[in-house]
């Protein structure tokens, strides 16, 4: 099958950097990204390439190259269904907030919504592609909407789940360490994984690009974000230990990670794992397995996102315990609000949780992040208090006492203490020692990244992650 004609339905962090790639390496194909979110796909089509609605190192350059030639934001979803011959999905999966599963199960109603729109419009043969990450056997769902259709539309289902990671979402699209494609081993399934390797054949080596049944495809994404966390939980439960021990877990990690076996990546100690998916991931693992009745793997999986909860109110409690034992009324700046560097997403981020802790403790926020903007920064915290039925008048008066600065410096002046919660690498290069002697005395830096390096070690107090 010649594919001369993809869309995808999301326009988010996946959607879009995923789509103006695949638009950049394959010219001949028109690629059409489409969502209900008129925001989302104003910003898309900004004339101003620093407005897209995403930022990505080198996503506008890629998006200077295609848009307007072979690709496209809209929002008119039932068009680009028609006119594509293959359509991804590449919409929310959040985790359920109501009814069964509710608090671990992944809500499905954004992806089941696109199945039906797709099997009302569609009157040409398609190839639906979950890009988004979904429950193992998810696939079987999506057919049986998808053949409600009247038209005597044949449709294939592929599952093809995105591994990119924010902040380095084009590098890893162009260099990915393998692509994932499951399909049915049926003749039109065959056919319809080869369109789609024919598609990243463009630009990923054979070698690469690994094809499955429907069912691994989905589960090894599952899979894949859980032993990632899992790491991440591992090494911050160490750094617990080494904080009572005398070791340090920068020295420990390197030491664990030399091993070739184990290898050194992702054994960085942190403040607890962020992003809208290490979580929402893992906890779906655990409802399924529950679901399965497989209770003992449930609960292993589900102590990753233990240790992480602990990690990050472990944090906010050295704080306060640094400052005699409280913060209320007191001037703490956080430094940083993403969930990693180099994005412009708070989703998840532990900043949120251990802002959290401390506004219920009666500190005065200042917040400093060069990329998350104040709006986004009140509605992180306005989200989390509204979902545990805070007042209105709570909510307000709590917003109050967190302001966000545009100036690291000004942020700082006259705080007790400053808390790194985001390794952006700016905060490397700031002249601690002249920041420490414009804080309250003693100035205490809580560095929960291990950014500053022991050399610049001043005269303030350094407490971080681990060590
Ligand atoms: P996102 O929230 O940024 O984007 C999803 C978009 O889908 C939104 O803009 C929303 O308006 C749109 N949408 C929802 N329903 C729609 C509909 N019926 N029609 C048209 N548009 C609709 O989400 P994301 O971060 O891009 O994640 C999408 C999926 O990819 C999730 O399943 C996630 O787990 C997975 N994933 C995310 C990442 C990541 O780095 N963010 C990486 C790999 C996989
Ligand atoms: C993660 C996975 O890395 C991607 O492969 C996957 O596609 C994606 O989730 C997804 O499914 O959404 P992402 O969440 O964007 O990507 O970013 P990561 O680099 O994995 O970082 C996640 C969190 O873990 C961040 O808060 C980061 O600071 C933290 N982290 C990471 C650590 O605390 N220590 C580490 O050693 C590594």
């Not at 950049?24 to 089509?45: G, H, M, S, Y």
């Not at 039906?116 to 696939?139: G, N």
């Not at 000004?410 to 002249?434: G, M, P, Q, R």
């Not at 809580?446 to 070690?457: C, H, P, Y």
């Amino acid at each position: 099958m010649n594919v001369n004609s993809i869309c995808c339905i999301g326009a988010g962090y996946v959607g879009g950097p995923t789509m103006a790639v695949i638009a950049l390496k394959c010219p001949n194909i028109k690629v059409t990204v489409v969502d209900i979110n008129e925001q989302r796909i104003a910003a898309w089509n900004h004339a101003d390439l620093d407005q897209l609605p995403i930022y990505e190192p080198g996503l506008k350059e890629v998006v200077a190259e295609a848009r307007g030639r072979n690709l496209f934001f809209s929002t008119d979803v039932e068009k680009a269904i028609e006119e594509s011959q293959m359509i991804f999905m590449a919409v929310n999966t959040p985790t359920k907030t109501y009814g069964e599963g509710k608090g671990f199960a992944a809500d499905l109603t954004f992806v089941e919504k696109c199945a039906r729109q797709i099997a009302k419009v569609a009157t040409s043969d398609k190839i639906v592609i979950e890009k988004s990450t979904l429950p193992v056997r998810t696939a079987e769902k999506i057919k049986e909407i998808l053949s409600s259709n009247t038209k005597g539309v044949h449709f294939e289902v592929l599952s093809n789940p995105e591994f990119l990671a924010e902040g380095t979402a084009i590098q890893d699209l162009f260099k990915s360490d393998r692509v994932l494609v499951g399909g049915d081993d049926t003749k039109t399934g065959k056919a319809a994984v080869a369109a789609l390797v024919s598609i990243y054949s463009n630009w990923i080596t054979k070698e690469k690009i690994l094809t499955t049944n429907v069912w691994s495809s989905e589960l090894s994404k599952l899979a894949s974000n859980a032993m990632l966390a899992q790491r991440i939980s591992s090494i911050n439960s160490l750094s617990a230990i080494c904080e009572k021990s005398g070791a340090d877990i920068e020295e420990v990690s390197r030491a664990i990670g030399m091993d070739s076996r184990i290898g050194p990546k992702f054994l960085k100690a942190s403040v607890g794992f962020g992003g809208s998916c290490f979580q929402k991931d893992i906890l779906n693992l655990v409802y399924l397995c529950k679901h399965f009745g497989l209770a003992e793997v449930a609960e292993y999986w589900h102590q990753v996102v233990k240790i992480n909860d602990y990690q990050k109110n472990r944090f906010a409690k050295k704080i306060i315990k640094g400052l005699n034992g409280t913060v209320n009324q007191k001037k703490i700046t956080l430094l940083g609000w993403a969930f990693k560097k180099d994005t412009n997403d708070s989703r998840e981020s532990a900043a949120i949780y251990v802002a959290d802790v401390l506004l219920e403790e009666g500190a005065e926020l200042h917040v400093f992040d060069p990329m998350v903007k104040e709006a986004r920064i009140h509605q992180d915290l306005t989200a989390l208090w509204e979902a545990r039925n805070d007042s209105k008048k709570e909510i307000e008066s709590k917003l109050k006492r967190c302001v966000v600065h545009h100036e690291h410096s000004v942020a700082l002046e006259y705080s007790f203490a400053a808390a790194i919660l985001t390794e952006w690498d700016e905060f490397k290069s700031y002249n601690w020692n002249a920041i420490a002697d414009k804080m309250m005395q003693p100035a205490k830096i809580f560095d929960g990244r291990n950014v500053i390096e022991n050399s610049s070690r001043g005269e303030f107090n350094l407490i971080q992650t681990g060590r």
